[in-house]
């Protein structure tokens, strides 16, 4: 919980930050939206069968996103997008006998810039694609488990880096804008074991996931 209050402050700091910008500038033709919906893992991600299943659940993302006019019909578009999904610690739970299990959440900062076509239906709704690449920033969760014949293990959380891409769309209405993302990308973990004796490994597990937005245009 600590983290998620942290990660909000931080974002609304940012946007703080931008309208200032923003503000500043008379000329300035970037626009800004706000976004907030629903996270679906998916692929390895959310698989809770096989040796890079991720056991995430449905969780929740926002997102700030800038635009700027580039030429007729296409913008230059960036965000900045917060996304939390939890573990299944129950389904994991019924694979592993005799075992309790005990995790936080995964929880991923993805910053990307990529171009958005856009096509007008009427003076006031329009339809958008886009495409993004950047980077992805991602926390793999602490997780504990207790066996009662075999005693504790205990996966240490870990910090993982890598390139990611975005495919999406929407339509804008007004103010109020709806839309879907796909984000991807790979990060490796180098995970510490401690059950007795301290053992580790590099993991690459990939992150994929279904994004459900609403937001308005500020």
């Known amino acids: 919980m600590k983290k998620i209050l942290f990660w909000v402050t931080t974002l609304l700091i ?9 503000s500043a500038q008379e000329n300035s033709s970037m626009n800004f939206k706000i976004f907030g919906g ?7 991600y959310g698989a809770t069968s096989g040796e890079r299943a991720g056991f995430a659940s449905i969780g929740y993302s926002i997102m700030l996103e800038g635009t700027k006019y580039l030429s007729q019909n296409v913008n230059w578009i960036s965000s900045v997008t917060i996304s939390t999904n939890g573990f299944d610690n129950l389904t994991l739970e019924k ?16 910053i990307l810039t990529g171009i958005s076509p856009e096509t007008n239906l009427s003076s006031e709704i329009k339809l958008y694609g886009l495409v993004e690449a950047g980077l992805l920033f991602s926390i793999f969760p602490a997780i504990h488990y207790y066996d009662f014949y075999k005693g504790t293990k205990n996966l240490a959380s870990q910090k993982g880096i890598s390139l990611a891409y975005c495919l999406g ?3 804008n209405i007004n103010k109020i804008n709806v839309g879907i993302r796909f984000n991807a990308g790979y990060p490796k973990y180098k995970q510490s074991f401690t059950n007795g004796l301290l053992d580790s490994r590099e993991v690459k597990l990939p992150l994929m996931i279904l994004q459900f937005f ?3 245009n500020l």
């Open 214 to 216: 609403i937001g308005i």
């Open 38 to 44: 629903a996270s679906f893992p998916i692929s390895d």
């Open 169 to 171: 769309g929407g339509v």
């Open 95 to 110: 694979s592993l006998p005799n075992s309790q299990v005990n995790a936080g959440s995964y929880n991923s900062i993805w």
């Open 14 to 22: 940012f946007i703080s930050i931008l309208n200032e910008n923003v």
